[in-house]
């Protein structure tokens, strides 16, 4: 009986199996993907590969120095929050914006975001205006000065950040790159040909940063009413870029004389600076922070005694004592090109310390982002501000008497 019993189960599972329709499978040509081997590949290359040393520079140690360790030792004003440039030259349109923007709150106790991208973007049209009507001489270049951005504001005023933020959506960082590399070899190639059709080139510019940057608004929404720029920056910012003036201190031009700022930024060559004797200079800016007036300030930060990670900036003794920091050591350094004009920032605080006072500083640059305690900060020592710090801008009516002295146009 068992042995008839399994003969006739596997009769009955030989019947089933033949009833099942055939397999038809298939095969296709895929590329061959191993991540976990090729990350250990990786590993084992990284491992082998043999080590470079990594790049080091003379700076100074802070090991011993007595220097501020947080935002809450200053006294400061109002300031909107520290943003990034991203990867653009435009810190003289990023600080200069956040001078205004405090310049806003100050007199109207307004809380605005300015658009940098709309300024940046009309500034382009200019130089762009300049580089064909010199005929290619003219310098075009991603740098500028903070009179730029109060002379773009009378000429085509202000729109808040949401207007026109420059960026493509889910863009993260500001990115000019591309772009001012397709400006400048387009209008290398006009040089070139000799296309000096302003009208033509200024178009073709507009529509190169369109791409990039997106289109400029001409009117702002106000209160369900749409306005224009200019009237958004006087009627709602009751801003007036007249009230702004400009300051530097150099031996090459007199004293007590308006004079131009002889750097590549200065590319349409303002002579608008009123040159002052360093200590007046340095008493302006005091006097001003001191008084809850912040400045837009610019010059050298390419120095040993900047160190990102505290966020501190100083002038160490082996490079000059504190006491020989004056007029002929500032000039000498700015005529051999030991100081520079590289970047704009926005200083909005001091503090007093035993070695001296120490001001709050505003940076978009990406070297304030390594502070770990405050991203978007620097402490500048007031030796730094001496020596490397070339022009700033401030209100009218903290220099009144200093105005005074000069001669009347």
Not at 298 to 321: F, H, W
Not at 332 to 359: A, I, P, Q
Request: glycine share 6%; proline share 6%; with cysteine.
């Amino acid at each position: 009986m068992k042995n008839v019993f399994f003969t006739g189960m596997g009769l009955l599972l030989t019947a089933a199996a033949i009833a099942q329709p055939a397999r038809q499978d298939k095969g296709a040509m895929k590329p061959y993907s191993n991540p976990a081997f090729a990350n250990i590949k990786k590993s084992l290359a990284d491992f082998s590969a043999p080590k470079a040393p990594g790049e080091t520079r003379f700076v100074m140690d802070y090991t011993n120095a007595d220097v501020p360790k947080a935002m809450s030792e200053f006294k400061t004003v109002f300031a909107t929050d520290p943003i990034s440039q991203g990867a653009t030259n435009t810190c003289w349109c990023f600080s200069t914006l956040s001078y205004i923007e405090s310049e806003i709150n100050r007199t109207s106790k307004q809380h605005i975001r300015l658009s940098q991208s709309y300024i940046v973007y009309w500034e382009y049209v200019e130089k762009t205006r300049e580089f064909v009507r010199t005929r290619g001489t003219s310098a075009f270049a991603e740098g500028s000065e903070s009179n730029a951005v109060t002379r773009m504001m009378k000429q085509y005023g202000l729109v808040p950040y949401d207007a026109y933020t420059g960026l493509k959506p889910q863009q993260p960082f500001y990115d000019h790159v591309n772009l001012f590399d397709e400006l400048n070899k387009y209008l290398q190639n006009v040089k070139t040909s000799g296309a000096w059709n302003e009208e033509g080139v200024i178009a073709t510019v507009k529509s190169i940063m369109e791409s990039h940057m997106g289109v400029p608004p001409k009117t702002v929404k106000v209160n369900g009413k749409d306005i224009p720029p200019l009237q958004y920056m006087k009627d709602v910012c009751k801003i007036n870029p007249d009230d702004y003036i400009e300051f530097m201190s150099l031996m090459e031009a007199p004293y007590w004389t308006k004079a131009e700022y002889k750097v590549p930024d200065n590319w349409w060559h303002s002579a608008d600076y009123h040159n002052v004797p360093l200590d007046d200079f340095m008493n302006i800016i005091k006097t001003s922070i001191k008084a809850g007036y912040s400045i837009a300030i610019g010059g050298d930060v390419s120095e040993g005694g900047m160190n990102p990670q505290l966020g501190v900036a100083m002038i160490p003794s082996y490079d000059i004592p504190s006491q020989n920091i004056d007029e002929n050591a500032r000039q000498f350094r700015f005529s051999n090109g030991s100081t520079t004009d590289d970047h704009g920032v926005h200083l909005v605080g001091y503090t007093e310390k035993s070695n001296g006072t120490w001001f709050l500083i505003k940076d978009s640059g990406s070297g304030s982002r390594n502070n770990a305690q405050n991203p978007g900060y620097y402490y500048y020592h007031e030796d730094f501000v001496k020596l490397k710090m070339m022009s700033f801008t401030v209100h009218k009516d903290m220099v009144k008497d200093i105005l005074a002295k000069f001669p009347k146009n």
